[in-house]
Each structure stands twice: as C-alpha cells, then as structure tokens.
C-alpha cells in the first residue's frame, strides 16, 4: 500500500503541487502517491476527517483553507503558531501537527537560489493576508534592516505590525505612504494576481530594488513583475521556486527526507 498524500483547495485544478511531489517521491524513491482534492467552502473539516479516517498520511492546504486549517489543527509548529495560518497537515494518530512552510519556502528562493541574502535589507512586503502572514516570521529570522508591511487598508498592515512587532523591526502603512521609499527587496503577497489586476502602488518604490519578487507565477512574467520592470527593477522572480522550496519542507516534516530541489524547479519552469 502506499502512503497517500492530497493537496486540498477551492479552486484546485491549477495546482502544481501533485507534480512537484510526484517527482520527489520518485526523486528519494518513496512509497507514496499525492493527489489533488476539491473541498466544498463549506466542508474543509468534514473532507479533513474523512481523509484521515481513510488513513491519509497529511496534507497541503491552500486557498482559501488556511486559516481553518489553523483552528483545526490539534497541535502547531512555532512558525504555524506565530503566522496563525497553516499549509501542512501530517496526521499523528488522531491528532493533526498543522505547520506552514511558505515563509521557509520564500527565504530559501531569495537565498538559496537567487542568491541575495536577506540580512541587513530594506524589505517591502505588500499585502496583508495570509500570504503575507505566513512569510513574515521566516523573513525577520533572517535579520533584515526593515520590514515595511503595506496594504490597501492600512488597519490590516498596522495589525501585522503589532503581531510581529516582537520579531524585528517592522513598519507599516498604506500602499501610498511608501511612495518615494528605497527597498532592496520588494515581495507582491497581495491576492491582485488571481485576479489579473494590480496592487495600486507607487511606481518609483522599485527604481533602487536588487530583486522584486512576486509570489504568483505563470508561463510568462506577471503583470506585477512587467510593472516592476517597466519602472526600473533590476531583477524579478516568480513564485515557481517558493512553490517547489515550500514543497520540499512539507516533503521534509512528512517523510524525513530533503529532496533536491533545483532540478525540480528547472523542470516545472520548462513545463508552464
């Protein structure tokens, strides 16, 4: 029997992450088979359930489950616990170890792949949702300079602020206040992108940045990132290769195991 593994969203069809963790099976030669599922909106817990009770051995979550996967989890990782929203299920018994990856997956991009240390820079995260909250920890681990969080409503940047505030230096403010800032680093964690539209940011904020970086990805560079470009970044990156490091740490924590993921990340961005 292999060990059954499902990504669990609504919408999910697009998602890539039964191929990703197809190959690291195949990659470090696991027993496993990963699937992805449709959730109704109004039965994420009962599909939850039914999974374990079925013997399934974890899950990802993604949108728009991640917060109701925070309440449902029995117990939480410390970086799950800070970001109160969780992407990773593994199903200890009847109990649920709930974690979130995406903020390890993002600091592992930028460092290990792109290679720009965090250290020490000026970072502009925009957006104040889950995306957003899940990266944050993991950002101000790595010692930036700054965090300036903004968002359409400046309430919701400034409630991150007062929920991190402990982990690092953090600002926050509206999309207009930053106009005329410098930032080294700039990260769209805002939902704009599902919907083909864009943040309504100031332009001149990405004239000095080293890397601009947008959490969605597509075949072609996002509308965000031609933005970025047009007005004077020197760098952008997709989110293809957070998709495939946070895979990797949700790989990690189910089977014990690190699977190599530059080939993966090469392979996916051939596909798209």
């Given at each position: 029997?292999?060990?059954?593994?499902i990504?669990?969203?609504?919408?999910?069809?697009?998602?890539k992450?039964p191929?990703?963790?197809?190959?690291f099976?195949?990659?470090t030669?696991q027993a496993m088979?990963y699937a992805?599922?449709?959730a109704p909106?109004?039965?994420?817990?009962?599909?939850v359930?039914?999974?374990?009770l079925?013997?399934?051995?974890?899950?990802?979550?993604t949108?728009?489950f991640?917060?109701e996967?925070?309440?449902l989890?029995?117990r939480?990782?410390?970086?799950?616990?800070?970001?109160?929203?969780?992407n990773?299920f593994?199903?200890?018994g009847?109990?649920?170890?709930g974690?979130?990856?995406d903020?390890i997956?993002?600091?592992?991009?930028?460092e290990?792949?792109?290679s720009?240390?965090?250290?020490?820079?000026?970072?502009l995260l925009l957006g104040?949702g889950?995306a957003?909250?899940?990266?944050?920890?993991?950002?101000?681990?790595?010692?930036?300079?700054?965090?300036?969080i903004?968002?359409?409503?400046?309430h919701k940047?400034?409630?991150?602020?007062?929920q991190?505030?402990?982990?690092?230096n953090?600002?926050?403010?509206?999309?207009?206040?930053?106009?005329g800032?410098?930032?080294?680093?700039?990260?769209n964690?805002?939902s704009?992108?599902?919907?083909?539209?864009?943040?309504i940011i100031?332009?001149d904020?990405?004239?000095?940045?080293?890397?601009?970086?947008?959490?969605?990805y597509?075949?072609?560079?996002?509308?965000?990132l031609?933005?970025?470009?047009?007005?004077?970044?020197?760098?952008?990156?997709?989110?293809?290769?957070?998709?495939?490091?946070q895979a990797?740490e949700?790989?990690?924590l189910?089977?014990n195991?690190?699977?190599?993921?530059?080939?993966?990340i090469?392979?996916?961005?051939a596909?798209?």
């Amino acid at each position: 029997m292999l060990d059954r593994y499902i990504v669990i969203g609504n919408p999910i069809s697009h998602s890539k992450s039964p191929f990703i963790h197809t190959a690291f099976a195949q990659q470090t030669r696991q027993a496993m088979e990963y699937a992805a599922l449709l959730a109704p909106l109004d039965g994420f817990k009962a599909t939850v359930k039914n999974f374990q009770l079925l013997g399934g051995k974890g899950m990802n979550i993604t949108v728009p489950f991640k917060l109701e996967a925070y309440r449902l989890s029995t117990r939480l990782t410390e970086r799950a616990n800070v970001a109160q929203a969780v992407n990773t299920f593994r199903f200890d018994g009847d109990g649920i170890l709930g974690d979130n990856t995406d903020g390890i997956g993002l600091v592992r991009d930028i460092e290990s792949n792109l290679s720009i240390p965090i250290e020490g820079k000026r970072i502009l995260l925009l957006g104040a949702g889950g995306a957003a909250r899940g990266v944050i920890l993991p950002l101000l681990q790595k010692k930036p300079l700054q965090l300036s969080i903004a968002n359409r409503t400046r309430h919701k940047a400034e409630a991150l602020k007062i929920q991190f505030d402990v982990y690092g230096n953090i600002t926050a403010g509206n999309f207009t206040e930053f106009s005329g800032k410098k930032f080294d680093i700039i990260i769209n964690a805002t939902s704009a992108g599902l919907h083909d539209e864009l943040p309504i940011i100031p332009v001149d904020i990405f004239i000095h940045a080293n890397l601009v970086y947008d959490m969605m990805y597509s075949s072609k560079p996002t509308r965000f990132l031609a933005l970025a470009t047009q007005n004077g970044a020197s760098r952008i990156a997709d989110g293809i290769g957070m998709l495939v490091e946070q895979a990797a740490e949700s790989f990690y924590l189910w089977r014990n195991i690190k699977p190599q993921t530059k080939p993966i990340i090469a392979l996916l961005k051939a596909l798209i």
